[in-house]
């Protein structure tokens, strides 16, 4: 049956309570029921739940009743209750598992925040409200903030995004290599283990090379703390750079450009030579 009907009911029953949509209204300028409304195939418009929390946009779909299986292509989901849109090429919802998977140009949007996360395949799980992608990602915040991490998990209940083997390039063009981070979505802060950080050398001599490393990295709008860190201006060499300062705890205030050392030792070719309980 093939007509260019603009609303169709369809139910979509589902087995799981935490993903709790009864049917989904199509509204699309082409549809087809095959098979005694075994798989319904549509064109060109909308999917919406039930309970009118999930809308799906796309040029088309595909239903299988028996898989309970929807599928999408060329458009996104809008989840309204999260704020969250998902563009994509692809995309299929396993009604059994609660389970969406997108791919291909994939992008989040955290509409509230500003907050968007450009990848090529997540797992959206609605039971534990968790996306997660295995592939190079790129995230940016309001604040012109960018990491390029290898794979994340975003806990989108607890706002709490975790990235491995990231690279963040902040609003000042301060960058971190940083092994494993948690980011807090909502206060922009993150912390991290084993940082290497090059900073920008505007406050510096413009041969110099102004660099942190450290254990582990708390980074907010406005200051970058690391623990168990070494700093040096000196141009990078094979060798170890001729003077450095190391510190139980390096406080890096971006906005008044002050470095400031906690228990410091000043070494010369890797010899401590000079202690400092505090200075800046």
Aim: charged fraction near 30%; aromatic fraction near 12%; glycine fraction near 2%.
């Amino acid at each position: 049956m093939k007509n260019n009907f603009f609303i169709i009911i369809f139910y979509l029953f589902l087995l799981s309570k935490s993903f709790a949509l009864e049917e989904f209204t199509f509204e699309t300028s082409e549809i087809e029921i095959i098979n005694n409304g075994k798989f319904i195939y549509a064109k060109e418009g909308k999917a919406i739940s039930s309970d009118k929390n999930l809308e799906i946009d796309a040029a088309n779909f595909e239903y299988d009743k028996n898989s309970k299986l929807l599928k999408a292509f060329n458009g996104f989901a809008i989840f309204k209750k999260d704020n969250l849109k998902i563009v994509f090429d692809e995309m299929t919802l396993n009604q059994n598992d609660a389970i969406l998977k997108a791919k291909k140009n994939v992008e989040i949007y955290e509409l509230e925040k500003d907050f968007i996360i450009q990848t090529d395949l997540i797992v959206y799980d609605k039971k534990t409200n968790t996306i997660r992608s295995i592939t190079k990602s790129i995230l940016k915040d309001r604040l012109n903030n960018k990491i390029i991490s290898e794979k994340f998990e975003y806990e989108l209940n607890k706002n709490i995004l975790k990235v491995e083997n990231a690279n963040l390039t902040d609003f000042e063009n301060n960058n971190f290599n940083i092994k494993l981070a948690y980011i807090n979505t909502s206060s922009n802060k993150l912390y991290g283990k084993d940082i290497d950080a090059n900073l920008n050398n505007t406050s510096f001599n413009k041969d110099n090379e102004p660099r942190l490393k450290g254990k582990s990295v708390t980074i907010d709008n406005n200051t970058t703390e690391i623990t168990k860190g070494v700093f040096t201006t000196c141009k990078r060499r094979e060798d170890c750079p001729p003077w450095q300062l190391s510190a139980k705890k390096i406080t890096h205030d971006r906005k008044n450009k002050i470095i400031k050392y906690d228990n410091a030792w000043l070494q010369v070719y890797d010899t401590p030579i000079i202690y400092f309980p505090k200075f800046f």
